[in-house]
């Protein structure tokens, strides 16, 4: 995996003024919830207000559907689709960033189960990327690993080597890249397994099982200073685990109903995971990490928590948006947001890029004292949207089941 | 191996058959080989990687039909490989003069021996290069084997209905709708014509349409609390005796006859057995057929379950409350001229939730392309009454029936 991805933004910590971010390269945005799984981008700001007709650099026609998110990769930008009555023709396509021309797509069959519920699909996870090999995992649980011209590398059928795997209300954990490895994490009623894949050869580096409950959460990676410190969190419906990313070995585990679909946050050693609300936890020598705090009102909706700067920032089920302290949990302010989210919001200095399932964007800039935020611009794309929207090089990427968009300054 | 080998010899076969000279499948076989060899668990990604990329880059646009015919009999996995680089020669080839071998992959798509799959992509290829393609091929695909074939066919034989409908000409929207329900095998356009059909007063039995099976012999409900009675081998899964009763915490359970009438044959057992939790059922058909012949048993259930086609499971799913739907869980199996049994056991968890209370099922009797297989039997269709409430019956059975 590249070090890279994770090391240049700490650089920029240091340079940039909060809020102020100015950087003149593109970071990559390489999987769910971006490079560093937080949601956070220390590149440039996109514009706060959109349309059609505004700041609308691009928009490609997808052919298929996808709750999926787009990742960046240096000029280019890669979506995963499905398509098909039965959502088992699997597409990955990949854009220059730069025009919006489609530079390839490759297209496969689904091995594994292909049902969902009508409002999800196949491609369902998002895609990850070392920087130089694309990783598309599908809620058929079949793995492609493609190079970034769109060489096939290798592929897994993983419903095909564990047959009961699969949830016929739909799979969308997705892939982490950590510890040198993709980490997938399939949880359901039937086989449910995590593992380590190997991303030269894609065979499993290491394979645990997991609990049979079904959960759509996705792994989140804690980088360490080396890949052999990488940590990687797999969160489940009654627990949340740390393990050493290169071996999968279990470091502590957190026993409590944890949310099934929203995924844990992490930052400064603190793991902030939505249980009873939302929990702080941070790693000890135990096999048991210490519970920092517990805040009961800071209940995350489907959108995975974002934490930066000391803030916390979570989207509950009724669209409120609420800001609180990662000392206490404390909640600083509230704003309401219009929609119901399913993306998680994405972080560029102190705007929260907020897009709703019926496409709503609603941009929540944070004060510099951050004691209050309030929405400084909007953007209606067409719906549903389901993803997370990346950004890289000072645009927003945003995808629907039919489009694709580039949001930037002319 | 003996799957090698016969890999390598449907290779031969279609070089043989002329669809490329030898000299060009000399340079090509050991890489679709080695691509073919994939297995489970990464198990030789990495020699097909490099197969891959050299399939890629080497393959020319006369190649492209014998990447495609490797397709047939291969593993889903190396069929994966293998499309992936009939697109990616296709792309090249399209980006450097567009010319491919709209001949020899029409061929291809017509002969239905091959794989499905590996005949669509084959038409996707001309139609992205031949505009005409639909109009000229699509029309004779009514009863493909490849259901995304077929699919436009019907998508086009119903814009026809609807156009004869829209202009009043109703023997010939009947008509075409007629057609476009003996082809149909997906289930949205199958409703498309059922409505059409039913407002032109000509209603469409759907259960015999899609070969639901309606009479059913039904017992429970036996212990499945925590979800422990999913591996128990309770008395039917030994031996059916419909005139036998059993104990159960609850008492004795014995044998109901129990018949469906709705339209997509779902049998409700809460209604049929009771409302119970943590609990087994059993339900049990005969099916006649006339001969020897695969079929697949498609079950519909939120809940755990099994299916046994004479005595031989042919599949299981410990899932509960997870969706729903039609064609959710197929068995293949083999029917035996004469009398079969189709053993079905539905399990009920102890989920709270109002979501998680239904404990129904359906199932159905179908070839591989989904159309309905009937018992030689089977009542004939019901003529204009399928606006009838669904409805269902329960009686308790006799010593035999």
């Excluded at chain 2, 591989?368 to 606006?387: E, M």
Aim: net charge neutral; glycine share 8%; with cysteine.
């Amino acid at each position: 995996m590249s070090r890279r991805t994770f090391i240049l933004p700490r650089i920029v910590i240091i340079l940039a003024a909060p809020g102020l971010v100015t950087l003149s390269a593109a970071a990559d945005w390489l999987q769910f919830r971006g490079s560093r799984s937080n949601s956070v981008t220390l590149d440039v700001q996109p514009p706060a207000k959109w349309s059609e007709t505004e700041n609308l650099a691009w928009k490609a026609k997808l052919p298929g559907r996808g709750p999926s998110s787009p990742i960046v990769i240096g000029e280019r930008v890669v979506v995963t689709c499905s398509s098909g009555i039965n959502q088992d023709r699997l597409h990955v396509l990949c854009f220059a960033a730069q025009s919006g021309q489609q530079l390839w797509e490759r297209q496969f069959w689904a091995t594994g189960r292909t049902l969902s519920h009508p409002s999800s699909a196949n491609a369902a996870p998002t895609p990850a990327s070392d920087g130089k090999l694309i990783f598309a995992f599908y809620s058929s649980n079949d793995l492609i690993c493609l190079d970034i011209e769109g060489n096939l590398k290798w592929l897994r059928g993983l419903a095909h080597d564990y047959p009961h795997a699969g949830n016929d209300v739909g799979m969308s954990s997705s892939p982490a890249v950590v510890g040198g490895l993709v980490v997938v994490q399939v949880e359901c009623q039937g086989e449910s397994f995590a593992a380590g894949i190997d991303p030269e050869t894609g065979e499993s580096r290491w394979r645990i099982n997991r609990p049979r409950e079904a959960s759509w959460a996705s792994p989140v990676a804690m980088p360490g200073a080396t890949p052999q410190q990488d940590v990687v969190l797999l969160q489940s419906p009654s627990q949340i685990t740390a393990h050493e990313a290169t071996t999968g070995k279990q470091l502590w585990v957190y026993k409590s109903p944890c949310d099934g679909i929203s995924s844990a946050a992490a930052a400064g050693g603190v793991v902030y995971v939505p249980s009873k609300g939302l929990t702080a936890l941070r790693s000890t020598s135990d096999p048991q990490p210490e519970v920092v705090w517990n805040a009961s009102a800071l209940l995350p909706g489907a959108a995975s928590p974002v934490v930066d700067r000391g803030r916390l920032l979570v989207i509950n089920r009724a669209g409120v948006l609420a800001c609180a302290s990662t000392v206490d949990g404390q909640i600083a302010w509230r704003v309401r947001l219009e929609g119901e989210f399913w993306g998680t919001p994405t972080l560029a200095g102190n705007r929260l890029y907020c897009i709703s399932q019926n496409g709503a964007g609603q941009v929540v800039e944070i004060s510099v004292d951050g004691s209050r935020g309030e929405i400084v611009g909007k953007g209606q794309l067409e719906g549903p949207i389901q993803c997370s929207p990346a950004i890289s090089g000072g645009a927003l990427y945003v995808r629907s089941d039919r489009h694709l968009w580039k949001i930037a300054a002319p | 191996m003996r799957q090698v080998r016969l890999a390598g010899l449907a290779l031969v076969g279609w070089t043989l058959a002329g669809g490329i000279s030898w000299a060009q499948s000399d340079s090509l076989a050991p890489l679709l080989k080695t691509i073919r060899e994939v297995g489970p668990e990464g198990k030789g990604n990495l020699a097909a990687s490099q197969a891959w990329a050299e399939l890629a880059a080497r393959s020319d646009a006369d190649q492209l039909p014998m990447i495609l015919g490797a397709i047939d009999g291969a593993s889903p996995l190396a069929a994966n490989w293998l499309r992936s680089a009939f697109d990616a020669v296709a792309e090249r080839q399209a980006r450097k003069d567009g010319k491919l071998p709209i001949a020899e992959l029409e061929k291809f798509l017509h002969e239905r021996q091959h794989n499905s799959r590996a005949r669509r992509l084959a038409y996707e290829w001309i139609a992205r290069n031949d505009l005409t393609a639909p109009d000229r091929l699509i029309p004779q695909m009514l009863d493909d084997p490849s259901l995304e074939l077929r699919r436009d066919a019907v998508a086009r034989v119903l814009m026809a209905a609807e156009k004869a409908s829209a202009e009043q000409n109703i023997d010939l929207a009947m008509s075409s709708y007629r057609k476009a329900l003996g082809s149909a095998r997906d289930l949205d356009q199958i409703k498309v014509v059922t409505e059409a059909l039913k407002k032109l007063g000509q209603p469409v039995d759907l259960a015999h349409h899609f070969g639901f099976l309606l009479d059913w012999k039904l017992l429970g409900p036996f212990d499945n609390h925590q979800g422990k009675g999913f591996e128990v081998a309770y008395p039917p899964e030994a031996t059916i005796d419909v005139a036998a009763s059993y104990p159960v915490q609850s008492g004795k359970i014995r044998w109901n006859s129990h018949h469906t009438s709705d339209e997509y044959g779902m049998v409700d057992l809460n209604k049929a057995i009771g409302k119970h939790m943590g609990a087994v059922a059993y339900a049990v058909a005969e099916f006649q057929s006339d001969k020897p012949r695969p079929i697949e048993l498609r079950l519909g259930s939120e809940s755990a379950n099994k299916i046994w086609l004479n005595g031989v499971l042919l599949s299981t799913a410990e899932v509960y409350h997870a969706n729903g739907t039609m064609d959710q869980y197929v068995g293949r199996g083999e029917l035996k001229a004469g009398r079969n049994v189709i053993l079905l056991k539905i399990c009920q968890n102890e989920q709270t939730e109002t979501w998680a209370q239904d404990w129904k099922f359906q199932l159905r009797v179908c070839d591989a392309t989904g159309k309905a297989v009937l018992a030689t039997d089977r009542p004939a269709p019901r003529a204009g009454d399928n606006q009838t409430a669904a409805n269902e019956s329960t009686s308790p059975n006799g010593p035999k029936e």
